[in-house]
């Protein structure tokens, strides 16, 4: 392209991208299709994930099924990679909610049930995995920590005398934040069913939506003020 102005330069590029635009989009009946780079397919747009880096249409240049083709061949050859970034988006907030909504849809329709039938030995072997995870915390901590707290769930304040009456037991300790340290700067003591319904919740998602939210107590938890006591 020598002796080209700069302007015609433009203009030529401006040319190749509607030419390209034009080979690979088609408008029948109302209706556009767009063709698919790798499997040459002409689909309608919706089957087309969108890219907001791709400032023209706003969508992948491959269809949906072959982009999830193209992820699964990635995962394989970049096995290590592929686990840290899926350990990563399970762990943020929104990988977490989108596991609750699966995890609920599969309970509902029944097919956990089905899995835990058949699969008795991983889940034994998952159950003894988390005991040994459980926390580092000596007896005299968790009174330490449960007086800290006047005996009390650190979240809905439940007694641990009206605890006992109810439950037969002793207040359960629980992880602020589910994926971090198992001593006292990450544990509050909690009530069986505080316990339970925060799960692997993280604070923010979980406390925030209960009648008994309190912001000065939310900062409490998750200021690390927990240190203080140990
Ligand atoms: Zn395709
Ligand atoms: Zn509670």
Redesign the pocket.
């Given at each position: 392209m020598i002796g080209l102005t700069q302007e015609e330069k433009d203009r030529r590029a401006i040319q190749r991208k509607k030419d390209k635009y034009n080979k690979t989009h088609k408008t029948i009946n109302e209706v556009e299709y767009k063709l698919c780079s790798i499997c040459n397919d002409w689909q309608l747009t919706d089957m087309y994930y969108k890219n907001k880096s791709n400032n023209v249409v706003g969508l992948y240049p491959y269809c949906k099924s072959c982009a999830i083709n193209k992820a699964h061949k990635w995962a394989i050859n970049n096995r290590e990679s592929s686990r840290i970034m899926k350990e990563k988006y399970a762990k943020s907030d929104k990988g977490r909610e989108r596991n609750n909504i699966a995890w609920k849809k599969r309970t509902q329709n029944g097919s956990i049930k089905e899995y835990q039938r058949f699969n008795k030995e991983k889940i034994k072997f998952y159950q003894l995995k988390r005991k040994k995870k459980k926390h580092k915390i000596s007896e005299v901590e968790r009174d330490r920590c449960k007086s800290y707290f006047y005996y009390s769930?650190a979240?809905?304040r439940?007694s641990e005398i009206d605890h006992f009456k109810v439950n037969n037991q002793k207040l359960h300790l629980n992880h602020v934040d589910p994926s971090s340290a198992n001593d006292l700067s990450n544990n509050v003591p909690?009530?069986k069913?505080?316990n339970s319904s925060k799960g692997t919740n993280s604070l923010y998602s979980w406390y925030l939506n209960k009648s008994f939210y309190r912001l000065e107590r939310y900062d409490y938890y998750s200021n690390g003020l927990m240190k203080i006591i140990k």
């Amino acid at each position: 392209m020598i002796g080209l102005t700069q302007e015609e330069k433009d203009r030529r590029a401006i040319q190749r991208k509607k030419d390209k635009y034009n080979k690979t989009h088609k408008t029948i009946n109302e209706v556009e299709y767009k063709l698919c780079s790798i499997c040459n397919d002409w689909q309608l747009t919706d089957m087309y994930y969108k890219n907001k880096s791709n400032n023209v249409v706003g969508l992948y240049p491959y269809c949906k099924s072959c982009a999830i083709n193209k992820a699964h061949k990635w995962a394989i050859n970049n096995r290590e990679s592929s686990r840290i970034m899926k350990e990563k988006y399970a762990k943020s907030d929104k990988g977490r909610e989108r596991n609750n909504i699966a995890w609920k849809k599969r309970t509902q329709n029944g097919s956990i049930k089905e899995y835990q039938r058949f699969n008795k030995e991983k889940i034994k072997f998952y159950q003894l995995k988390r005991k040994k995870k459980k926390h580092k915390i000596s007896e005299v901590e968790r009174d330490r920590c449960k007086s800290y707290f006047y005996y009390s769930c650190a979240y809905c304040r439940l007694s641990e005398i009206d605890h006992f009456k109810v439950n037969n037991q002793k207040l359960h300790l629980n992880h602020v934040d589910p994926s971090s340290a198992n001593d006292l700067s990450n544990n509050v003591p909690a009530c069986k069913s505080c316990n339970s319904s925060k799960g692997t919740n993280s604070l923010y998602s979980w406390y925030l939506n209960k009648s008994f939210y309190r912001l000065e107590r939310y900062d409490y938890y998750s200021n690390g003020l927990m240190k203080i006591i140990k």
